[in-house]
């Protein structure tokens, strides 16, 4: 069955950076998206980056770009995402999720699965 765990999360420093990963099992990368969504306390979730792990094509919310990096490689089967010049406004709970390609672009959070959430903290 569908599994996605990820990886990665932590305290880093304003401008400090993280790598998140998102191991996927049960679940073909070939012709659908992962994305990641994220939650902070006392808001909704929202999506954050995802790529179709078919073509590669990547998609950001407007805050993270320049920023964050989204890459698959499919043959382990996981994705990552590259988080550079963290803000306090990125503390939240990162989520992967395993969503259909048609919903990648507009980030809908409408998963085939969610993994059970890394907590990121930036603070100094």
């Known amino acids: 069955h569908l599994q996605l765990v990820e990886s990665g999360g932590g305290l880093a420093q304003p401008g400090g950076s993280l790598r998140l990963s998102c191991a996927v099992s049960?679940?073909?990368?070939?012709?659908?998206?992962i994305a990641w969504f994220r939650q902070a306390p006392g808001k909704d979730r929202e999506g954050v980056s995802c790529?179709?792990?078919?073509?590669?094509?990547?998609f950001y919310k407007n805050s993270v770009k320049g920023r964050f990096s989204i890459s698959s490689d499919n043959s382990k089967n996981t994705v990552y995402r590259q988080m550079n010049n963290l803000k306090p406004e990125d503390t939240a709970v990162y989520y992967c999720?395993?969503?259909?390609?048609?919903?990648?672009?507009?980030?809908?959070?409408?998963?085939?699965?969610w993994g059970r959430g890394t907590q990121v903290t930036v603070s100094s």
């Open positions: 049960g679940y073909t990368l070939d012709y659908n998206g």
């Open positions: 999720a395993a969503i259909r390609w048609r919903w990648c672009p507009s980030l809908t959070p409408r998963a085939d699965g």
């Open positions: 790529i179709g792990t078919h073509n590669g094509n990547t």
